[in-house]
Nanobody, 125 residues
Framework: QVRLVESGGGSVQPGGSLRLSCAASGRTFSLRTMGWFRQAPGKEREFVAVMFWNDGSTDYSDSVKGRFAISRDNAESTVYLQMNGLKPEDTAVYYC??????????????????WGQGTQVTVSS
């Protein structure tokens, strides 16, 4: 089993920045992908960003491309989400997700086996 713990959420004004962290523990050697999703009130959980553990390649949703950056610390089995240029529409609960399958459909929340508890991000003036 794998346990994911997020941190770093909070409140920020439009245009501000936040960095989220997701620390993985347990059978982390089995992981192939780690990523971030978000869910705003009344909306479905949506894909934000993903990192493929074998080569460090990344992918982003169009809504955050150029503003958010996903990175990792291999030694600590931790993935980060640096969020810059935050907008009110980025307000949501952000979830870390991970899985050990090859060929994952990275944008589909149903594909991920492991989830963190979520951290709130609020962007408001």
């Amino acid at each position: 089993q794998v346990r994911l713990v997020e941190s770093g959420g909070g409140s920020v004004q439009p245009g501000g920045s936040l960095r989220l962290s997701c620390a993985a523990s347990g059978r982390t050697f089995s992981l192939r992908t780690m990523g971030w999703f978000r869910q705003a009130p009344g909306k479905e959980r949506e894909f934000v960003a993903v990192m493929f553990w074998n080569d460090g390649s990344t992918d982003y949703s169009d809504s955050v491309k150029g503003r958010f950056a996903i990175s990792r610390d291999n030694a600590e089995s931790t993935v980060y989400l640096q969020m810059n240029g935050l907008k009110p529409e980025d307000t949501a609960v952000y979830y870390c997700a991970a899985d050990s399958k090859f060929g994952l459909v990275v944008s589909s929340a149903t594909q991920y086996q492991y989830w963190g508890q979520g951290t709130q991000v609020t962007v408001s003036s």
